[in-house]
């Protein structure tokens, strides 16, 4: 074949969306830009990110590379509607009514918000794909509107199409209980888009079990495809602290409510009071939460300014490699539980530093740190524990050589993104046919 392949990557977060799905989508379609396809990227209206979000890290649409073709389909979104007098009548003046109009809808239909911007993409892929066949589909969820729209379009032009579960979908990851009940139709078209897909992606093993014990007939089709980082954008780390230095503390990544923020508080005191570590420091860089209303709360139970701890605001991608260079121990502080996963974990790896790991014991997160050099890690989230983890992790950090660090260095690189995506990149090409 002379002419590229053509892939279409449904992916409705894709920057300038600061969300933290946007990383996995973006080096997938930058990669394949990179080794010989001619990539369309459908991803959300900007104005959802820009306007209704209000969520956007500019200087990530410099990191899409420019061969990328981006497409912003249109779509409706309920809570888009700002002004009463936009509602129809029912909504309006009815709004009980509406609601439950609205469950039962969902429960039968296509059961996600998002769902009206699935035919925009429909037309919009098949215009394109009269004119110049796309040879492969690639979908990316959450949301899982993207899934339906690659079954859709699938059926309609026999074009193979690959799910990327960055996230679960019918299943809550931190609360590990299902979130829909029987006969609810989310299971209808996770079934049916599961089923027809060509290859099913998924973050992290345990995953992809508990997904190929419901689906059993696509469990050939499962694989996982971590997440991982570019190695370019992660310089090498600063020489260790002098002896009597002040040991610097690092967190980066977004601090959600679901985190063990209290557990960490306590530790954090904790620690403080130990010799050697009076006057360490713990600066907290990355978003408060999701929505503007979860700052003020957030904020508070972080103790802002109290016992060296310091909430440094968010920062750009491009911002982040400066701050490694400013840590001596990084904190790998999660949520949840054993089906969780991080992004972050592999660029900590990178540096070499010591990382601390702040979560529940057998997160999927902390699966790849096994053999890692510096990692310390708690039994449990009491904080009793979290501080001897804090605590080991500072003298990590005091006593770690050059070659430590390198080594540490090495077993990041198990997980490049060339290293994960080169396998993945020559399965598109067998399951695309080119």
Not at 53 to 77: A, F, W, Y
Not at 181 to 187: D, E, I
Not at 192 to 197: D, H, Q
Not at 257 to 280: S, V, Y
Request: aromatic share 12%; charged share 25%.
């Amino acid at each position: 074949m002379n002419r590229r392949p053509r892939v279409l990557y449904l992916a409705f977060f894709f920057p300038p969306s600061r969300a933290s799905g946007v990383f996995r989508p973006l080096s997938t379609a930058n990669y394949l830009a990179d080794h010989g396809w001619d990539v369309t990227v459908h991803a959300a209206p900007l104005n959802y990110f820009t306007d209704f979000l209000q969520s956007v890290d500019p200087s990530m649409v410099d990191k899409i590379d420019p061969r990328i073709r981006v497409v912003r389909p249109e779509m409706t979104l309920p809570g888009t509607v700002r002004q009463i007098r936009d509602y129809n009548v029912v909504r309006a003046h009815f709004p009980t009514l509406w609601n439950k109009g609205k469950k039962f809808v969902d429960a039968r239909g296509f059961p996600e918000q998002y769902r009206s911007w699935i035919p925009n993409v429909l037309r919009a892929a098949l215009r394109e794909h009269v004119r110049r066949p796309f040879d492969l589909v690639i979908a990316t969820g959450n949301p899982f509107a993207s899934f339906a729209a690659a079954w859709a379009f699938g059926r309609m032009t026999r074009t193979p199409y690959v799910l990327d579960y960055r996230d679960a979908w019918t299943f809550h990851q931190f609360l590990e209980e299902v979130r829909y009940p029987p006969g609810h139709s989310a299971w209808r078209w996770e079934k049916r888009t599961v089923e027809g897909a060509a290859e099913v992606d998924f973050v992290n093993q345990a995953m992809l079990q508990w997904h190929a014990e419901r689906y059993p007939k696509a469990a050939e089709a499962m694989t996982v495809v971590p997440n991982g980082f570019e190695p370019s954008e992660i310089v090498a780390t600063s020489p260790p602290p002098v002896t009597d230095a002040p040991l610097r503390y690092v967190y980066v990544g977004t601090i959600t409510e679901t985190m063990p923020i209290e557990e960490l508080m306590e530790a954090w005191g904790a620690l403080r009071k130990r010799p050697g570590f009076e006057e360490a420091t713990l600066t907290i860089y990355g978003h408060l939460g999701f929505r503007p209303w979860a700052v003020q709360p957030l904020l508070d139970r972080i103790h802002d300014g109290q016992n060296g701890i310091r909430y440094a605001g968010a920062v750009a991608k491009s911002e982040v490699p400066p701050i490694y260079q400013q840590a001596d121990v990084l904190l790998l502080w999660l949520p949840g539980g054993r089906y969780v996963t991080s992004g972050k974990v592999f660029e900590y790896m990178a540096t070499g530093l010591p990382i601390a790991s702040v979560h529940q014991s057998g997160i999927a997160a902390a699966d790849v740190l096994d053999g890692y050099p510096a990692w310390e890690r708690p039994e449990s989230i009491d904080p009793a524990e979290i501080t001897d983890v804090l605590d080991r992790a500072g003298q990590d950090a005091r006593t770690l050589t050059e070659a430590d660090r390198a080594r540490a260095r090495e077993h990041a690189m198990r997980f490049s993104r060339a290293a994960i995506l080169g396998p993945f990149e020559e399965r598109m090409r067998r399951i695309a046919g080119v």
